[in-house]
């Protein structure tokens, strides 16, 4: 299970910490991602991090303002997004990788000012 949180409303410039609780597998053993969805686009991936080395990657238009982490003690992974923009607005997912599981509800990120 996938448990997304920390969406806001908030004004440009800004910053929000969403999380990602998960339960019901090893999560040390996968690859952890962020996705986003904005209305009438497809989702699209916005950063990953591996599941050993912690390695991250991410979408060119978050690189520099966006920072996924994850706690394999607290099993959670975290994106800790600044500077946001209008273009940031998106309901936000987190999945692990390969076999991904069926996606939560996502947390709501809106930037506006």
């Known amino acids: 299970q996938l448990v997304e949180s920390g969406g806001d409303l908030v004004q440009p410039g800004g910053s929000l910490r969403l999380s990602c609780a998960v339960s019901?597998?090893?999560?040390?053993?996968?690859?952890m991602n962020w996705y986003r969805q904005a209305p009438g686009k497809e989702r699209e991936l916005v950063a990953s991090?591996?599941?050993?080395?912690?390695?991250?990657n991410y979408a060119d238009s978050v690189k520099g303002r966006f920072t996924i982490s994850r706690d394999n003690a607290e099993i959670t992974m975290y994106l800790q997004m600044n500077s946001l923009k209008p273009e940031d607005t998106a309901v936000y997912y987190c999945?692990?990788?390969?076999?991904?599981?069926?996606w939560g509800q996502g947390t709501q990120v809106t930037v506006s000012s």
């Open positions: 999945n692990r990788s390969p076999a991904p599981l069926r």
């Open positions: 019901g597998f090893t999560f040390k053993s996968y690859t």
């Open positions: 991090i591996s599941r050993i080395t912690g390695n991250t």
